[in-house]
C-alpha cells in the first residue's frame, strides 16, 4: 500500500532560517505528490504540488522537487518568517482509477521563533 | 466565496447521541470526503463519494453513516457518539473525474467534542 514518512517534528527554528522538511514515500505506479499547510485554528491549504519526476512544485518562498530515484519530495524555503509557523503535511495521490484518496504523513510542527 | 464550507465550525455534544455535520462545494467538483483529524494531527481517510457513489470506505465503524444527495454535498451522520470520536472532521473536494493532478480542496474543519 501507499504510506508517506516525514521528519518528525517539532521543528523550531529562528526568523530567516533555512527550513528543510523530509518527505519519503512508497507508492505503486507514479503518484502526484503534494505539501499541504495547515495554520492554527484553520482547515488544510495546498501549498505546492508537482505530478512527475524532476517537477519542480514552488509557492510563497517554499520548493520541493519530486525525486524518483530517492522516491522523496523535501520541502524547502530558504528564508522563513515567523507567518510560516504552522503544520506541513506532505502526501501522496495515486493516478488513474477512481481511488482518488490522498495519503498524509504526520505533520510537521513549523514554529518560527522573531 | 468559499469553496467548500463546513456546518457547524464546533460541536460539543455527550456520549450516546446522534449528530450530523455538513458539508458543500461549490467548485463543480465530482469527489468529496470526509478525513478524521485525530489529536495528534495525523490525518486520515474515511469515506470518499464520486458523484454520489461511495467508492472509499476505510474500515470506519458503522455508526458513522456519510450521505450524499448530490455532487455538491457530503453529510456525516454519527450515531452513539463515543469518547474516541472527539476530532478534527475535515470535508475535501477534488476534481473532476480522471484529471490530474487530484489535489483536493479542503474545508474550514468540524471539532467535534464528546463529553
Known amino acids: 500500500g501507499n504510506s508517506v514518512t516525514q521528519m518528525e517534528g517539532p521543528v523550531t527554528l529562528s526568523e530567516e532560517a533555512f527550513l528543510t522538511i523530509n518527505c519519503t514515500y512508497t507508492?505503486?505506479?507514479?503518484?502526484?505528490l503534494f505539501w499541504y499547510v495547515q495554520y492554527p485554528g484553520e482547515g488544510l491549504q495546498l501549498l505546492l504540488k508537482?505530478?512527475?519526476?524532476?517537477d519542480k512544485g514552488s509557492n510563497k518562498g517554499f520548493e520541493a522537487t519530486y525525486r524518483k530515484e530517492t522516491t522523496s519530495f523535501h520541502l524547502e524555503k530558504g528564508s522563513v518568517q515567523v507567518s510560516d509557523s504552522a503544520v506541513y503535511f506532505c502526501a501522496l495521490s495515486d493516478h488513474g482509477g477512481s481511488n482518488y484518496k490522498l495519503t498524509f504523513g504526520k505533520g510537521t510542527l513549523l514554529t518560527v521563533n522573531p | 466565496d468559499t469553496a467548500v464550507s463546513q456546518t457547524p465550525k464546533y460541536l460539543v455534544t455527550q456520549m450516546g447521541n446522534d449528530k450530523s455535520i455538513k458539508c458543500e462545494q461549490n467548485?463543480?467538483?465530482?469527489?468529496m470526503y470526509w478525513y478524521k483529524q485525530d489529536s495528534k494531527k495525523f490525518l486520515k481517510i474515511m469515506f470518499s463519494y464520486n458523484n454520489k457513489e461511495l467508492i472509499i470506505n476505510e474500515t470506519v465503524p458503522n455508526r458513522f453513516s456519510p450521505k450524499s444527495p448530490d455532487k455538491a454535498h457530503l453529510n456525516l451522520h454519527i450515531n452513539s457518539l463515543e469518547l474516541g470520536d472527539s476530532a478534527v472532521y475535515f470535508c475535501a473536494s477534488s476534481a473532476p473525474s480522471g484529471r490530474a493532478p487530484y489535489e483536493q480542496y479542503f474545508g474550514p474543519g468540524t471539532r467535534l467534542t464528546v463529553t
Open positions: 508537482a505530478t512527475k519526476a524532476d
Open positions: 507508492a505503486t505506479g507514479y503518484p502526484s
Open positions: 467548485l463543480g467538483h465530482d469527489t
